[in-house]
């Protein structure tokens, strides 16, 4: 398995901008593809972005394309996710996500992040 471990977020004012990241460790080698989802108070886990981890092709969820950017180091074994315009809306428990297993776009994941706070204020 692969394990993940989120980190960057925080309370921020609507405009501003956040960067997460995930560090994956364990089978890494293994790595098919890397995403991000999230959760607001009250509401269903929603897919955010998506990445091929060895070709870096990306998928988005129409609420954030154009504002965010979904990227991976490989070498690092770390996946990032850059947030700009950022909107009350967004404001959720964002979770990284892997999977190991061969899936189409946008993907399939296995493995699950403790997920990381972002507070988004009007």
């Known amino acids: 398995q692969v394990q993940l471990a989120e980190s960057g977020g925080g309370l921020v004012p609507a405009g501003d901008s956040l960067s997460l990241s995930c560090a994956a460790s364990?089978?890494?080698?293994?790595?098919?593809?890397m995403g991000w989802f999230r959760q607001a108070p009250g509401k269903e886990r929603e897919f955010v972005a998506s990445?091929?981890?060895?070709?870096?092709?990306?998928y988005y969820d129409d609420s954030v394309k154009g504002r965010f950017t979904i990227s991976r180091d490989t070498a690092k074994n770390t996946l990032y996710l850059q947030m700009y315009s950022l909107k009350p809306d967004d404001t959720a428990v964002y979770y990284c996500?892997?999977?190991?297993?061969?899936?189409?776009?946008?993907?399939?994941?296995?493995?699950w992040g403790q997920g990381t706070q972002v507070t988004v204020s009007s």
């Open positions: 364990g089978r890494t080698a293994d790595l098919y593809a």
């Open positions: 996500a892997g999977g190991s297993n061969w899936s189409p776009p946008p993907y399939d994941f296995d493995d």
């Open positions: 990445i091929s981890w060895k070709g870096g092709i990306t």
